[in-house]
């Protein structure tokens, strides 16, 4: 489908000042891509009409629904893997040892997505801290409407649930509503899921009353963002975590920029950032 | 490796004994329980039995129980029930007789490589 280089600049600034978020020509696929089901659902024909229509309500629903569809990624339970072994053997522990039994616990899953990344958290401190339902409590931010609403209800599918959770823990925190499966109010009642702009001033303003922050979770987000706004993203969280916190990023991020404020630790060859 | 595919549907042995070959296995089959049990005995070695629930002659609840209490054989394979029993009580059923995951079907290739993953099973990029 063509677009002309006109329109294709002008949604790429939409977006990048509305998220963030950077659509070079090299991402002129995915936008295309992420953007058909809205063209079908909206019945506009082609992608230049989609930006005239943005362009003239820049707050009205299409416009939000396309930062939506740029932004929502699918997630597993448990990605990756390595992030939960290491909460799991190195991080729990270390800091149950340090703040010593019955204290809060804040974790940050700053780009939650439909709520699989907070969800594998509170099922790994169910599992290795001591009350973790009473003083684990989980902030998920995310940018898109659609992806905290699903969150928020709790409610996946078949297909969702059977991506990286193992049976053993579906079986325990999930309940079955028909073909679906919904988290139990016990782990429910760890996790709370709010709008936030990583790319915004007002971010702290959201995130702090859930702070200061002992873990957070920046995974596969950064790579998104321009190098200023990394820095700057990474800047504002480390203003909301507690000293010797930890920052766990995607494989190949890096907390690019603000080293001098990291120190880096290896856990199963991959990084971890702790603030210094 | 070996994985042993049981199911009484031929396309889902070939469907799902595909996947196992990308990924690194050797497949053998059997529609029953019956028969999964004598390939249990001619292939004490096997990594992992892909297992559906229901089968005629032997179902493979009976033969996960069966293949559970037959210690003397010397085989521990990891077992996934790979069923249309979707139910929470059939799953607790299930891991209450010794199955070590579960997949509720329709399954694709991505469901069956992270439920191997999970069970510390070899993965062969393919």
Known sequence: ?276 | MKALVVDDAKVVRVTLGRIMKQIGYEVLEAADGAQALEQMEANPDTAVVMLDWNMPVMNGYDFLVELRGRPEHGSDPKVIMVTTETGMGQMLKALAAGADEYIMKPFDKDMVVSKMEILGLEVAEG
Not at chain 1, 57 to 77: K, Q
Not at chain 1, 95 to 123: M, T
Not at chain 1, 143 to 169: C, F, H, I, W
Request: charged share 25%; aromatic share 10%.
């Open chain 1, 1 to 276: 489908m063509s677009m002309t280089d006109r329109e294709f600049k002008y949604l790429s600034a939409f977006l990048l000042k509305a998220s963030g978020i950077v659509v070079n020509e090299d991402k002129m696929y995915l936008l295309r891509s992420r953007m058909q089901p809205l063209l079908r659902k909206y019945k506009i024909a082609s992608m230049d009409e989609l930006a005239q229509q943005v362009r003239s309500n820049e707050r009205g629903p299409l416009a939000h629904a396309v930062v939506d569809a740029m932004t929502t990624n699918e997630t597993l339970f448990f990605r990756d893997q390595y992030p939960y072994d290491a909460l799991k053997t190195l991080i729990f522990p270390e800091i149950v040892h340090s703040k010593g039994v019955g204290k809060r616990i804040n974790i940050w899953s700053a780009a939650s997505s439909r709520g699989q990344e907070g969800i594998s958290i509170a099922l790994t401190a169910m599992e290795s801290v001591p009350q973790a339902d009473r003083r684990v409590r989980i902030l998920g931010t995310d940018l898109s409407d659609e992806a905290l609403a699903y969150a928020n209800e709790g409610l996946y599918t078949q297909m969702e649930v059977q991506r990286g959770m193992p049976v053993k823990l579906l079986v325990r925190f999930f309940n079955q509503e028909g073909t679906n499966w919904r988290v139990c109010p016990e782990l429910k009642a760890m996790l709370t899921f709010k709008k936030a702009n990583l790319v915004s001033d007002q971010l702290s303003g959201v995130v702090r009353p859930h702070g200061p922050f002992d873990i957070v979770f920046l995974r596969n987000v950064l790579i998104y963002f321009t190098v200023d706004e990394r820095k700057r993203v990474i800047d504002r969280i480390a203003a909301n975590m507690v000293k010797g916190g930890y920052l766990i990023t995607g494989a190949t991020e890096v907390a690019q920029g603000v080293r001098s404020k990291w120190e880096m630790v290896t856990f199963k060859n991959k990084r971890l950032w702790k603030l210094k």
